[in-house]
């Protein structure tokens, strides 16, 4: 319950709309009760052929006889008083006198009541039955007109509380969404691979949808439902307070049973939601991989595997039915069992006249039978509200248990932290191959070329592992001058990529330190350090958006020529205007209405217009065909001059790209240097090559 809590606090900026909405629940509640009590005034004028302002004229009669009668029997009680005092026996006088003052005190007490009566009756005589015509049909259409305008009042008031909640509830859920996307995309990109892609849209999209009905039925139901419930049971009290408190004793049980139910309800939707979860991986991983599902057959294998995912979601959602099923057929037997007992109980006192029950005094004088109908309408009317809270607490215990698991994401801390007081990175005006440092103040640091002794860019024994135990990096040092182009071979899983996402700090070392110009990495502001740092992957990535957009993702206002250069250096200018409509093609979802050459090249331009100091380049041909492959590696020659790159490559061919080659084996460095003292000396790089030349051959 404390993350909804949390969650309320996001709807603390629309108070104003919140307030208004209670104020429409709070008036629907009064004309609500105020409906019913023209039972009374009905079944009066029926039974007694009189018109209103008769009845109540008789009544304050009847009134003002009962108050005589009960201030003679005070002047009484004054005289037996002064015959106590003239007692000699004290204890039998004080005896006299206790019971004496008992009775005076219920004689007040009855004076009292009657009188409060008779001036609220007055009251009512004066404002409204005066005023009503003295033909009882025409009394009685008035009241019927009367309750008809109230409830057109009150549906209006309820049309504007459902408004305004509604309002709030989208703002809020809007703000909520808005914070949790930007909280999770500065997640580390370990966060992503833990909780996986369908995992988080599940809290965007199923959760949110659970907490948006939770925080509607709390706005909602849990103010205008009691409210409905108060306006009946004050209105009962005027009638009997004694036969309403004794309805009432079905309270703690209601309490009980709904304690039990939404402890049992949360722990149920919880499941559900992470079965939800399940389902939203399975499409996604069978739509993204739908050509690997068909080639391999295996759609049979997919259904099977959804089938049981929703079964298993079908026999938890039904769970939550049977839970949300029960709640309400229990409150409501209990409600007409407590009102039943209050009815019982009323009868006996109408049918005998009296004024007790058990000993117990229930009424001041004996009810009329239109006033004990009328309380056992106002009675039966409570249970109509609090039926329906029994449905409303099982939805709030569904808003909970979606609140914790979208506060999982928002109470997530990056290890990866932006480090806002670090240095900053910036290219020097005119050459973006040179980068300077800038202090946070906007001191400018000194430029000092790299030497031997501080170069631009150092690793230091560094080590790295995805699992505790289990090392993928192992004591990885060497030195990179600026400007330098640098290849690392291996085989798969040696540690090529992850030595990648160091750089970036996709991921930061487990032990040692990389270096830029002699400081440690964590020492810059994150986000100006990957503004030096472009990255073109063996998995071009594009967006469903035009080829223009994809071109400038990230650059905020960017001339079309500057774009159209960027594409011309990547030779794809002409492969673009080729496409229907040129740059303002829409390339579909992850690029997939254009070939593998076709993105890999777009996203070399979007690099190029970038235009970083320091370049990572992964396997950037992998997935381009020979006459593509030629014409990157031609854009790349000229692009790489005078910047800082690594590249990772199975391919020979590309090597002749780097002035170095790192080769990398379980993790280590087991060689450094060009292409040809390599051959004579690194054995794992004579098979690199070796194998590369067999497969030409071949």
């Given at each position: 319950m404390k993350n909804f809590l949390r969650v309320l606090q996001f709807a603390w900026p629309y108070r104003g709309r919140i307030v208004a909405s209670f104020g429409c629940a709070?008036?629907?509640?009064?004309?609500?009760?105020?409906?019913?009590?023209?039972?009374?005034?009905f079944l009066k004028t029926l039974q007694s052929d009189l018109a209103p302002n008769q009845w109540i004229a008789t009544w304050l009669q009847t009134l003002n006889t009962e108050i005589d009668a009960a201030e003679e029997v005070q002047s009484r009680f004054q005289a037996r008083e002064k015959e106590i005092d003239g007692i000699t026996d004290q204890k039998f006088a004080e005896k006299q006198l206790r019971e004496l003052t008992s009775q005076q005190v219920r004689n007040d007490t009855k004076i009292q009541w009657l009188r409060s009566k008779k001036h609220y009756l007055q009251l009512i005589k004066k404002n409204v039955v005066d005023?009503?015509?003295?033909?009882?049909?025409?009394?009685?259409?008035?009241?019927?007109?009367?309750?008809?305008?109230?409830?057109?009042?009150?549906?209006?008031?309820?049309v504007a509380q459902d408004?305004?909640?509604?309002?709030?509830i989208n703002r809020t859920i809007y703000d909520l969404r808005n914070r949790c996307f930007g909280h999770v995309i500065r997640q580390d990109v370990d966060h992503f691979n833990e909780q996986g892609s369908a995992g988080l849209m599940a809290r965007f999209t199923n959760d949110m949808d659970s907490l948006s009905t939770g925080m509607k039925t709390l706005f909602g139901r849990v103010i205008a439902e009691p409210l409905r419930v108060l306006a009946c049971i004050l209105l009962a009290c005027l009638i009997s307070w004694q036969l309403t408190l004794m309805f009432l004793i079905i309270v703690p049980?209601?309490?009980?049973?709904?304690?039990?139910?939404?402890?049992?309800?949360?722990?149920?939707?919880?499941?559900?939601?992470?079965?939800?979860?399940?389902?939203?991986?399975?499409?996604?991983?069978?739509?993204?991989?739908?050509?690997?599902?068909?080639?391999?057959?295996?759609?049979?294998?997919?259904?099977?595997?959804?089938?049981?995912?929703?079964?298993?979601?079908?026999?938890?959602?039904?769970?939550?039915?049977?839970?949300?099923?029960?709640?309400?057929?229990?409150?409501?037997?209990?409600?007409?069992?407590?009102?039943?007992?209050?009815?019982?109980?009323?009868?006996?006192?109408?049918?005998?006249?009296?004024?007790?029950?058990?000993?117990?005094?229930?009424?001041?004088?004996?009810?009329?039978?239109?006033?004990?109908?009328?309380?056992?309408?106002?009675?039966?009317?409570?249970?109509?509200?609090?039926?329906?809270?029994?449905?409303?607490?099982?939805?709030?215990?569904?808003?909970?248990?979606?609140s914790d698991r979208v506060f999982e994401i928002l109470d997530n801390v990056p290890k990866i932290l932006t480090n806002p007081s670090g240095f900053r990175l910036e290219t020097l005006s005119g050459s973006s191959q040179s980068i300077r440092i800038v202090e946070q103040q906007g001191d400018?640091?000194?430029?000092v070329e790299p030497t031997d002794e501080t170069p631009f860019l150092r690793f230091?024994?560094?080590?790295?592992?995805?699992?505790?135990?289990?090392?993928?990096?192992?004591?990885v040092s060497f030195d990179v001058k600026k400007g330098e182009t640098i290849a690392i071979v291996g085989h798969n899983g040696c540690g090529k990529s992850t030595l990648f996402s160091l750089l970036p700090r996709f991921h930061d070392p487990d032990h040692g330190a990389i270096q830029l110009f002699g400081y440690d990495l964590r020492k810059y502001h994150l986000r100006s350090l990957r503004r030096m740092v472009g990255l073109v992957s063996q998995n071009a990535v594009l967006f469903d958006d035009s080829i223009y957009a994809n071109i400038c993702y990230g650059l905020k206002t960017v001339p079309k020529e500057q774009v159209e250069e960027a594409a011309r250096k990547a030779h794809a200018h002409e492969m673009i205007l080729k496409l229907p409509m040129g740059y303002e093609t829409v390339v579909g979802e992850s690029g997939n209405r254009l070939s593998g050459g076709q993105r890999q090249r777009i996203c070399l331009a979007r690099t190029i217009l970038r235009n970083p100091p320091i370049l990572l380049l992964d396997e950037f041909t992998s997935q381009s065909d020979p006459e593509s492959e030629t014409l990157i590696h031609k854009a790349m020659e000229e692009f790489i001059r005078n910047r800082t790159v690594f590249m990772i490559t199975h391919r020979p061919a590309s090597v002749h790209l780097a002035s170095r080659i790192l080769v990398l084996e379980s993790g280590r460095i087991v060689g450094l240097g060009c292409h040809s003292d390599l051959l004579q000396s690194c054995v794992a790089y004579q098979k690199f090559y070796q194998s590369d030349y067999r497969r030409k051959t071949a």
């Open positions: 709070f008036m629907a509640a009064i004309l609500w009760g105020l409906n019913f009590t023209s039972i009374y005034p005023r009503l015509p003295d033909d009882t049909f025409q009394n009685l259409l008035c009241v019927v007109v009367a309750v008809i305008l109230a409830v057109t009042l009150k549906c209006l008031f309820e408004c305004l909640v509604g309002g709030v049980a209601v309490l009980l049973v709904l304690a039990r139910i939404g402890r049992t309800m949360k722990r149920a939707t919880r499941k559900l939601l992470e079965r939800m979860s399940k389902i939203f991986q399975i499409l996604q991983e069978s739509f993204q991989s739908i050509r690997t599902v068909k080639i391999h057959t295996a759609e049979a294998l997919e259904r099977r595997r959804f089938l049981v995912a929703i079964r298993d979601y079908k026999h938890r959602s039904n769970i939550v039915v049977y839970l949300d099923a029960i709640a309400g057929p229990i409150i409501e037997v209990l409600g007409v069992a407590a009102v039943a007992c209050a009815l019982l109980a009323g009868a006996f006192l109408v049918l005998r006249q009296e004024t007790s029950l058990f000993g117990i005094r229930m009424s001041e004088q004996p009810m009329d039978p239109e006033a004990l109908i009328q309380l056992y309408v106002l009675l039966a009317a409570v249970s109509d509200p609090v039926r329906k809270l029994s449905s409303v607490f099982t939805k709030l215990q569904a808003a909970w248990a979606a400018l640091a000194p430029w230091q024994e560094v080590g790295f592992s995805y699992h505790q135990g289990v090392p993928v990096l192992r004591d």
